[in-house]
């Protein structure tokens, strides 16, 4: 079946923009999480949605970064007013539930901020 | 200091033989030991888990747990160049927390 997937692949804005990015989790796993991964740092857990449940929001690094997920699928990750240190690649994951081990990557966005 | 230490790399090797990455760990509430692979421009796949301590073998991979050492092994044999990728251990207490990864170089 269909992997999750995100876009966009890649993405180059300047200083001061807002972004989204999108993430499209497997059909019926209700975890999703966002990670951002930056050279020699690995995996910075940012945010995470159960369900229904109010989403665990401690990961994200400043009041410019918000989340949503919509119908309990699709989610989308905004930064607004983009700084340099934010240029990282997003990634997505999702698992059929919270309390399991195993998450499903998407590939990733590459965001360049100049 | 971090929940997870994992060393960044690079890590070369010649083809065909064995490969040891290590993660450690402080946190004792961890009771699953997770390996991913990631590939270049790819996201994480799940590689072997294992829970508690314990070895776990599946065809060339061997995982290891020293829960008392809080310490993390991976073993590669035979290893070839496909195996080349970051790998990144994680552990799950409550949540789960990812090492920095490791970059592996299979030389032909």
């Known amino acids: 079946g269909a992997g999750v997937s995100q876009s966009p692949s890649n993405k180059v804005t300047e200083k001061g923009k807002d972004v989204e990015l999108r993430c499209d989790p497997i059909s019926g796993h209700t975890a999703l999480y966002w990670y951002r991964q930056s050279l020699g740092q690995g995996l910075e857990f940012l945010i995470y949605f159960q369900g229904n449940s109010a989403p665990d929001k401690s990961g994200l690094p400043s009041d410019r970064f918000s989340a949503e997920r919509t119908g309990g699928s699709v989610s989308t990750l905004t930064i607004q007013r983009t700084q340099q240190e934010d240029s990282a690649v997003y990634l997505c994951a999702s698992s059929l539930e919270r309390g399991t081990y195993e998450q499903y990557f998407g590939p990733g966005t590459r965001l360049t901020v100049t | 200091q971090k929940e997870v230490e994992q060393d960044p790399g690079p890590l070369s090797v010649p083809e065909g033989a064995i490969v040891s990455l290590n993660c450690t760990y402080s946190?004792?509430?961890?009771?699953?030991f997770m390996w991913y692979r990631q590939y270049s421009r790819k996201g994480p796949e799940l590689l072997m888990y294992t829970y508690s301590s314990g070895n776990k073998e599946d065809g060339r991979f061997t995982a290891q747990v020293d829960k008392s050492s809080k310490y993390i092994s991976l073993f590669i044999r035979d290893s070839q160049p496909s195996d080349s990728a970051t790998y990144l251990c994680a552990m799950k207490a409550s949540k789960i927390i990812f090492g920095s990864g490791t970059r592996l170089s299979i030389r032909p």
């Open positions: 946190n004792s509430a961890f009771q699953y």
